[in-house]
T-cell receptor, first 118, second 115 residues
Framework: DSGVTQTPKHLITATGQRVTLRCSPRSGDLSVYWYQQSLDQGLQFLIQYYNGEERAKGNILERFSAQQFPDLHSELNLSSLELGDSALYFC?????????????????FGPGTRLTVL | AQKITQTQPGMFVQEKEAVTLDCTYDTSDPSYGLFWYKQPSSGEMIFLIYQGSYDQQNATEGRYSLNFQKARKSANLVISASQLGDSAMYFCAMRGEGNTGKLIFGQGTTLQVKP
């Protein structure tokens, strides 16, 4: 158990709908990362938050948004869903917001939310 | 731009033997970190091992070791004494540029351990 929790575990919805994925990081971790894993795109970084503020953005669609709340949990909102959004969405957390020279920033992954868009 | 390449889509290994999973990377950042994660069929991502670009020695964690060849830009994972439970997808990843912790992943290698 990584200590990162994600809900729900599975989500089935229809095209055009909007869903919210929730993530609780490990106790004390300030950084939250969202990743999308799909068959055609592989594992892709979406967005990072550090202590409530957006820190880095990756290949995140404009239809997607995220936020991190004062209690450090994070939500990923996916709207106007398309068939191609079907994927496994991971949340990860780490203690550091920045990666210092020579240091590492191990990320602990949650179990993922499997989204199926029909 | 940074890139991670895993050229072996699938690998087979006999139980109790060693196996090497290949990973090459490309980056212009002099400071970087390389990671290996394991993803069993259940789907979770399990951190295995880390290598920093300035580390003088190759990283080891139990049966996992990382064969880091900086000049060749390779970071191969070596699993010794393979077990049936090692059957999984393995991802090589690099910490992204720009002093954030985001990870860039390779396409993964599926390892099957035969009894």
């Amino acid at each position: 158990d990584s200590g990162v929790t994600q809900t729900p575990k599975h989500l089935i919805t229809a095209t055009g709908q909007r869903v919210t994925l929730r993530c609780s990081p490990r106790s004390g971790d300030l950084s939250v990362y969202w990743y999308q894993q799909s068959l055609d795109q592989g594992l892709q970084f979406l967005i990072q938050y550090y202590n409530g503020e957006e820190r880095a953005k990756g290949n995140i669609l404009e239809r997607f948004s995220a936020q991190q709340f004062p209690d450090l949990h994070s939500e990923l909102n996916l709207s106007s869903l398309e068939l191609g959004d079907s994927a496994l969405y991971f949340c990860a957390s780490s203690g550091l917001g920045l990666a210092g020279t020579g240091s590492y920033n191990e990320q602990f992954f949650g179990p993922g939310t499997r989204l199926t868009v029909l | 731009a940074q890139k991670i390449t895993q050229t072996q889509p699938g690998m087979f290994v006999q139980e109790k033997e060693a196996v090497t999973l290949d990973c090459t990377y490309d980056t212009s950042d002099p400071s970087y970190g390389l990671f290996w994660y394991k993803q069993p069929s259940s789907g979770e991502m399990i951190f295995l091992i880390y290598q920093g670009s300035y580390d003088q020695q190759n990283a080891t964690e139990g049966r996992y070791s990382l064969n880091f060849q900086k000049a060749r830009k390779s970071a191969n994972l070596v699993i010794s004494a393979s077990q049936l439970g090692d059957s999984a997808m393995y991802f090589c990843a690099m910490r992204g540029e720009g002093n954030t912790g985001k990870l860039i992943f390779g396409q993964g290698t599926t390892l099957q351990v035969k009894p």
